[in-house]
């Protein structure tokens, strides 16, 4: 079975410190990956997509870099945190078919506190 | 461009009592659907999803939703409603670019005993 994996749970970073999320899935290959942020009260706002390794897309242009160096292995990054980077980070993935589209599957995601 | 429409912010209902969650999509084409539930601090759980076919669809722990496309809906039910059901609840549409959801910004169920 897939699972998928992200680290870490929680976060707490200074404004203007790096910031490096991981998510990994087990079980399948060459999924789609996603970046979500949550936010307070806003709902999901997609971040980045992936389609393949070095495929990004950035939905949000932001403070926020995404990349994936493997299959099943995707970052998001900063090289400096906003206060406004605080939130509960969910990655997701979909499988790869010929139907066109299929559900996602979320992540147990991160919580981020910028101070 | 596409978007969701969840009405309702809170809603409390009474454990044993029926249950609907409103969701309204708005999307040129005939539209994927899907409810996500997520407990505090935790990720989405996939509660059902409808592609094509039976407009009324059955999920997990209970649910069943409808999809009414001369409504631009897709309402989640559950005849009665346990404690261990207050969390928040997603409505999402797709398919938009790669596979990408478009979310509502949720409803938070309360459950009073």
Redesign the interface.
Known sequence: SQTIHQWPATLVQPVGSPLSLECTVEGTSNPNLYWYRQAAGRGLQLLFYSVGIGQISSEVPQNLSASRPQDRQFILSSKKLLLSDSGFYLCAWTPRTNRGYNEQFFGPGTRLTVL | AQSVTQPD?HITVSEGASLELRCNYSYGATP?L?W?VQSP??????LL?Y?SGDTLVQGIKGFEAEFKRSQSSFNLRKPSVHWSDAAEY?CAV??S?????T????TMLLVSP
């Open positions: 912010i994927y899907f996500y601090g935790q990720g989405l759980q996939l999803k592609f997603f797709g398919p670019g790669y596979s990408t959801l979310f509502g910004k949720g």
